[in-house]
Nanobody, 114 residues
Framework: VQLQASGGGLVQPGGSLRLSCAAA????????MRWYRQAPGKEREFVAD???????QYLDSVKGRFTISRDNVKRTVYLQMNSLKADDTAVYYC?????????WGQGTQVTVSS
């Protein structure tokens, strides 16, 4: 299983970014895909996920601002982040589970600052 996250960067408050996570090595269309984040000095926290049936759930603080989606042909999951705030600054990770194991991407840094 391989997960490659990208799309992070520096953005001003109120700005937008779209994260991507390209997947390989498992049956992508059957897996729930998840995004987590970890801010400096804090524990890693769940951000959003999307099931094989495209059902989604979100961390309360990102509802209405973030949108998770997936493209099964491209084997990629996305996280569209709008109205970004300083509190969204973190390393963002994609995650999935396969054969009772957790697999994590390498993380992509998102910094929200003026």
């Amino acid at each position: 299983v391989q997960l490659q996250a990208s799309g992070g960067g520096l953005v001003q408050p109120g700005g937008s970014l779209r994260l991507s996570c390209a997947a390989a090595g498992f049956n992508f269309r059957l897996n729930t895909m998840r995004w987590y984040r970890q801010a400096p000095g804090k524990e890693r926290e769940f951000v959003a996920d999307i099931t094989s049936g495209h059902s989604t759930q979100y961390l309360d603080s990102v509802k209405g601002r973030f949108t998770i989606s997936r493209d099964n042909v491209k084997r990629t999951v996305y996280l569209q982040m709008n109205s970004l705030k300083a509190d969204d600054t973190a390393v963002y990770y994609c995650k999935t589970e396969s054969r009772d194991r957790d697999f994590w991407g390498q993380g992509t840094q998102v910094t929200v600052s003026s």
